[in-house]
């Protein structure tokens, strides 16, 4: 699935995507990190690779977006 970069925090490698119909959705630095990235600018185009967010994920602590989806991988789009 693809997004657009939104926010991002170096200090935690956390930060929030928007889908293309302009949810934003956050991600942690487990995402972050998986995609192999050093750096994450607003406005780039990204790609993410979601999960469907249980009860068990939610008991666990894990950020709600909201959507029923978490974020296991952001890293850059490309063509």
Same mark, same amino acid.
């Given at each position: ?15 929030? =995507?928007?889908?293309?119909?302009? #949810?934003?959705?956050?991600? +942690? %630095?487990a $995402?972050? /990190? *998986?995609?192999?990235l ?7 185009? =990204?790609?993410?690779?979601?999960? #469907?967010?249980?009860?068990? +994920? %939610?008991? $666990?602590? /894990? *950020? ?14 490309t063509?």
């Amino acid at each position: 699935m693809q997004a657009t970069a939104y926010t991002y925090d170096p200090e935690s490698r956390s930060g929030q =995507v928007l889908l293309d119909d302009g #949810t934003p959705v956050p991600f +942690d %630095a487990a $995402a972050f /990190d *998986a995609g192999g990235l050093r750096l994450l600018r607003p406005g780039q185009r =990204v790609r993410i690779e979601t999960e #469907t967010e249980t009860d068990a +994920d %939610a008991d $666990a602590g /894990d *950020a709600d977006t909201g959507t029923g989806r978490r974020i296991t991988l952001v890293t850059l789009q490309t063509f």
